[in-house]
């Protein structure tokens, strides 16, 4: 048995059509979701690279002040333990750089663009040679392997054709904008709405080329021996914002759901979970416990805040948590729960879910009580987390689980 993790960072959970979106094109992703198991509500942990990819490899949640230098659980350690071959395929320095990654047996170095200006096909683009990387390797390939794979043109190469553009133009709308580089704002008081439009026209082509691309992933999967017996996940490192906070591109680490909420799907040979979704709270660091149970290799270290999915996607369980707590002891902190989303900040802000997707509405000063639940709430997780006594969390109150009447 083989795996595939396919982690693309950027990707807007707003622009799937699995996700609600009907205005992209993503036929691929829709194949996707209806083979694959979907979580709609996966939180990452943190938005910076090298706590995320603690938190995948390595299962220690970023809140976790001490880094062990001496990472013996990890998820590739783990696989190679059990003779199954790793290899990081990436185009992001900062992943191939990781601490973590040299226990991964093989490292590919994805190419980075030559140039940021539009392609003149899809074939052209920088995502479609990043493709074409990844299926020479799996023809290449021979099993049990786990080839984990982090793109990061989302972040930093718009170079979809320009004609992708133009396919999201409606009547009456200005001309979108030429430029392949990747914008970077605050929008501004009084803010020209034709500035987020053609950004977001933009950020729309390079989704209908990153959905090209996997189409051929899949196509490939199809195709080949090796493909009938791959576990395949696919996930975001992080959302793009598009204006919902006035914020557009990487400007700050602010933990609304544009940043934190992302897609996640998971493929499995048997077709177990497939075309079914679950609403459970849940975390990229759940797929290293996943893989470890659907390998039936032991569990993760001591410092694992993860749970494997293999439940939920059975039907056994409907959920694994009733809480994500999400930061750093060096950044903004919030904790989701099923009907609430708080950011820790002062003063606190408080957002009803999963009603209030993009935290539109802050009820945080109609709300005291449940503030102060999930306030305590919070100290709990964080004072049993550096404990290592995740187990031992109070339940939360029916207030904190189902909201308010």
């Known amino acids: 048995m083989n795996a595939i993790c396919l982690v693309i960072d950027r990707w807007h959970l707003g622009h799937v059509g699995a996700y609600g979106n009907a205005w992209i094109e993503t036929p691929s992703f829709d194949r996707m979701a209806c083979e694959a198991f979907t979580f709609d509500q996966a939180l990452i942990s943190s938005p910076r690279t090298n706590e995320f990819y603690r938190s995948l490899w390595q299962g220690r949640h970023p809140l976790l002040r001490d880094v062990d230098s001496t990472p013996a659980a990890d998820l590739p350690r783990q696989l190679a333990q059990a003779r199954i071959a790793t290899t990081l395929m990436t185009d992001e320095l900062a992943v191939a750089n990781h601490p973590l990654a040299a226990g991964f047996d093989e490292l590919v170095g994805l190419d980075p663009p030559e140039r940021i200006t539009a392609a003149d096909d899809v074939g052209a683009t920088h995502l479609a040679g990043c493709f074409a990387q990844i299926i020479d390797w799996l023809g290449a390939a021979e099993g049990p392997f786990m080839l984990w794979v982090h793109l990061s043109s989302m972040a930093n190469c718009w170079d979809a054709p320009y004609s992708f553009r133009e396919r999201y133009v ?204 999930l306030q305590a709430a919070a100290g709990d997780f964080q004072s049993c987390l550096q404990s290592n006594r995740l187990d031992s969390l109070q339940p939360l109150g029916e207030i904190l689980r189902n909201g308010l009447d």
């Not at 499995?268 to 893989?291: M, N």
């Open 170 to 373: 409606e009547p009456g709308d200005p001309d979108p904008p030429h430029s392949a580089e990747v914008p970077q704002l605050i929008l501004p008081d009084g803010f020209d709405p034709d500035t987020l439009l053609g950004i977001t026209q933009s950020y729309a082509a390079q989704v209908s080329v990153l959905d090209a691309c996997f189409g051929a992933l899949l196509e490939s999967l199809d195709e080949s021996p090796t493909g009938r017996d791959t576990l395949l996940a696919v996930l975001s490192a992080r959302g793009f914002p598009l204006g919902e906070h006035r914020q557009v591109g990487a400007r700050g680490e602010t933990l609304h759901s544009e940043l934190v909420h992302v897609p996640m799907m998971i493929r499995l040979p048997d077709a177990l979970g497939a075309a079914r979704r679950s609403q459970a709270l849940v975390a990229p660091a759940d797929l290293g416990p996943t893989l470890t149970e659907w390998w039936s290799l032991d569990g993760p270290g001591p410092a694992g805040f993860g749970h494997s999915l293999l439940p939920i996607v059975r039907g056994e369980a409907p959920t694994i948590r009733d809480r994500l707590m999400l930061g750093s002891p060096t950044s903004e902190t919030a904790l989701r729960t099923p009907a609430w989303y708080m950011r820790l900040s002062e003063p606190p802000r408080l957002y009803v879910k999963p009603d209030d997707r993009w935290e539109v509405n802050d009820v945080a000063d109609r709300c005291s009580e449940v503030v102060e639940e």
